[in-house]
T-cell receptor, first 114, second 115 residues
Framework: GEDVEQSLFLSVREGDSSVINCTYT??????LYWYKQEPGAGLQLLTY?????DMKQDQRLTVLLNKKDKHLSLRIADTQTGDSAIYFC??????????????FGQGTTLQVKP | DVKVTQSSRYLVKRTGEKVFLECVQD?????MFWYRQDPGLGLRLIYF???????EKGDIPEGYSVSREKKERFSLILESASTNQTSMYLC??????????????FGPGTRLTVL
């Protein structure tokens, strides 16, 4: 079945770049997503990438997609303490366009040290 | 702004009690979802609904049921709460889009403790 895997924890210093990695199994996924969960809140969509793209940049965020290896990464440049959160990778499994179903990874807790 | 609200932020119940978690969205979304979030396990889908009165099992439906009588409201029911159902419960909704990304909008979560 579909599966999305992430490492659980990443610690960086303020001002450094953070790279959060994700692997997925469903090669027919049309979109891949990054969600952010701040303490005490629900998830919020951060960015997404269409499966025929290799890269997407949005201000400090860069998403890289390697379809051959089924690998997705999120790079945050100049990481700030406000970026401390849990980051979830997600994919739209095959046949999910009517239901809106997503498969989420375990979440990576990003700790930013001052 | 899309708003998804959940009836309680914190809830404490006793083993064997029947528990209702309510979720309401105000953006006329067709799809609604219930997840539970546990450390190290991420989000696991319990049930989802793609239309009124329609429901489908997710990955971990055992011990839960759902109800969707109105488009805006999706209820999660624990028929007989057990301690292993202590968790954070998250509700989400999304519009039905043909071919577009499946953005889900989340509520703030209900932290349920079963004693």
């Amino acid at each position: 079945g579909e599966d999305v895997e992430q490492s659980l924890f990443l610690s960086v210093r303020e001002g450094d770049s953070s790279v959060i990695n994700c692997t997925y199994t469903d090669s027919s996924s049309t979109y891949l997503y990054w969600y952010k969960q701040e303490p005490g809140a629900g998830l919020q969509l951060l960015t997404y990438i269409f499966s025929n793209m290799d890269m997407k940049q949005d201000q400090r965020l860069t998403v890289l997609l390697n379809k051959k290896d089924k690998h997705l990464s999120l790079r945050i440049a100049d990481t700030q303490t406000g970026d401390s959160a849990i980051y979830f990778c997600a994919e739209s499994p095959w046949g999910s366009s009517n239901t809106g179903k997503l498969i989420f990874g375990q979440g990576t807790t990003l700790q930013v040290k001052p | 702004d899309v708003k998804v609200t959940q009836s309680s932020r914190y809830l404490v119940k006793r083993t064997g009690e029947k528990v209702f978690l309510e979720c309401v969205q105000d953006m006329d979304h067709e799809n609604m979802f219930w997840y539970r979030q546990d450390p190290g396990l991420g989000l696991r889908l319990i049930y989802f609904s793609y239309d009124v009165k329609m429901k489908e099992k997710g990955d971990i439906p055992e011990g839960y049921s759902v109800s969707r009588e109105k488009k805006e409201r999706f209820s999660l029911i624990l028929e007989s709460a057990s301690t292993n159902q202590t968790s954070m419960y998250l509700c989400a909704s999304s519009p039905r889009l043909a071919g577009g990304p499946n953005e889900q909008f989340f509520g703030p979560g209900t932290r349920l403790t079963v004693l």
